[in-house]
């Protein structure tokens, strides 16, 4: 009987030194290929009352591409539905240009890299500084502004001045609290630009349900009530979404919004969203001896 051939094998030292020389050589391109964009401020939308909560300017980041299509991208960061909490936003970074990072990396669907995203990487890409605390739709004012929907107006204004105008394609698109204000936005960018372009629109992880939580409460329609009451929202909300609710805060849930959108639209969320499960399902007041945390 022949003898059992012995398999042939890396000495484990090499393996080792060549699996680390090819993640280090990934890590370099990463690094060498990071798209670092400058923000544009909108000092003079402050003549029209589009401020930020501390009464900061608005402002974008806008990288350029090589054709007459446009991605427009929401920040997200959550919201703000009381003067306490507004205030306390209003000293950080989710509520005042002062403070923000002047340089953001454009990655995923904002990258330059064909390779990462092969969709967009070459069309006109804009990040959409959020500092209003209310997704881009609040317009009443107190010791705080509330500013969100003239925020928008004022850059989307801007915006058109530099090429947006021309544009024969557009991606309105957002995550979490950004992702929410797509589905409010959707159908006005759809009218501003006119009928000869295409606008879509897509929501990603924004799509906050109303439902009640592990207790049989709905603290997400209490929060929603209240912001939409604090920022003076209604008035923004959809038309045909008030007309048949007869509370005006529903309409900021997109489960409500989305019946009445008519521009096309894309929904990505996870079925086990981490943020819902620990602020609509299982939010604290819910579970007080942290069982579901646990």
Known sequence: MAAP???WAWPAAVVTAAVTATVAAIAADLVQERLTVGMTFLPD???TGAVCLDGSPPAYHLHRGTGRSWLLQFEGGGWCNDAPSCAERAGTRRGSTRIMTKLEVFSGILSNNPAMNPDFYNWNRVKLRYCDGGSFTGDSS???????QRIWDAIITD???KGLANADKVLLSGCSAGGLATFFHCDKLKERLGGAVTVKCLSDAGFFLDL???SENNTIRQFFSSLVSLQGVQKNLNRDCLNSSDYPYLCFFPQYALPNIRTPYFILNSAYDVYQFHHIFVPPSSDPRGQWSR
């Open 212 to 214: 009640n939580d592990i």
């Open 5 to 7: 051939r012995r398999r």
């Open 45 to 47: 939308a402050a003549s």
């Open 159 to 161: 915006l058109l001045r």
């Open 142 to 148: 107190s010791v705080l502004y509330f500013r969100g």
